[in-house]
Nanobody, 118 residues
Framework: VQLVESGGGMVQPGGSLRLSCAAS????????MNWVRQAPGKGPEWVSG????????YYLDSVKGRFTISRDNAKNTLYLQMNSLKHEDTALYYC????????????WGQGTQVTVSS
């Protein structure tokens, strides 16, 4: 099982980044998918989730209207489009799978760093 995030980097406030998460080793389309972030010195924070079919999406209040989660089940890939980035979005971003209706995460990636700095 592998989840590999990419697309992180350093960007100025107001900028954009698109994160990707490539999944392998499990049936991607059977799992809800999530983005979770961890800022320095803080605990993990759920950011966004999407159901198996991609027709239901959920967001942390502070990212609503700025971030968009999506998935391509044919490509086994999860995305997070991040616009209007703020200093407080700086964190290590992980993708994580979860079985529908069950609490907790089953698989995690290694994370990709997003730094918002002027």
């Amino acid at each position: 099982v592998q989840l590999v995030e990419s697309g992180g980097g350093m960007v100025q406030p107001g900028g954009s980044l698109r994160l990707s998460c490539a999944a392998s080793g499990f049936t991607f389309s059977n799992y809800d998918m999530n983005w979770v972030r961890q800022a320095p010195g803080k605990g993990p924070e759920w950011v966004s989730g999407i159901n198996t079919g991609g027709d239901r999406t959920y967001y942390l209040d502070s990212v609503k209207g700025r971030f968009t989660i999506s998935r391509d089940n044919a490509k086994n890939t999860l995305y997070l489009q991040m616009n209007s980035l703020k200093h407080e979005d700086t964190a290590l971003y992980y993708c994580a799978s979860s079985w529908p209706g069950r609490n907790g995460y089953d698989h995690w990636g290694q994370g990709t760093q997003v730094t918002v700095s002027s």
